[in-house]
């Protein structure tokens, strides 16, 4: 089993920056992709930022240039770097992944509690 933790949130300006950080545990070394998510008051999650096991990432076309995911193996931990923040970019965000069970198959972790972004204009 996988488990994620979700930290970094906080209150910022208007075209300030924070670095969220998703701390995994437990059997790292299944873990085919993880995503950042996002969700507003009002709104549905959205998927904002994905990594692969191999590296390759995506951002959705409104964070574009303006976050960026990483990783770090040896911490296992996924960052999701966040600058030229907007008011529209203030949520709840979350980290998910997606890890092969025991059984073989692919499943998702829990969501967790998430950490709040608030951007301030």
């Known amino acids: 089993q996988v488990q994620l933790v979700e930290s970094g949130g906080g209150l910022v300006q208007a075209g300030g920056s924070l670095r969220l950080s998703c701390a995994a545990s437990?059997?790292?070394?299944?873990?085919?992709?993880i995503g950042w998510y996002r969700q507003a008051p009002g709104k549905q999650r959205e998927l904002v930022a994905l990594?692969?096991?191999?590296?390759?990432?995506n951002v959705i076309d409104s964070v574009k240039g303006r976050f960026t995911i990483s990783r770090d193996n040896a911490k296992n931990t996924v960052y999701l770097q966040m600058n030229s923040l907007k008011p529209e970019d203030t949520a709840v965000y979350y980290c998910?992944?997606?890890?092969?069970?025991?059984?073989?198959?692919?499943?998702?972790?829990?969501w967790g509690q998430g950490t709040q972004v608030t951007v301030s204009s």
């Open positions: 998910n992944a997606e890890y092969e069970a025991y059984t073989g198959t692919y499943v998702y972790t829990d």
């Open positions: 990594i692969s096991s191999g590296g390759t990432t």
């Open positions: 437990g059997s790292t070394f299944s873990v085919k992709i």
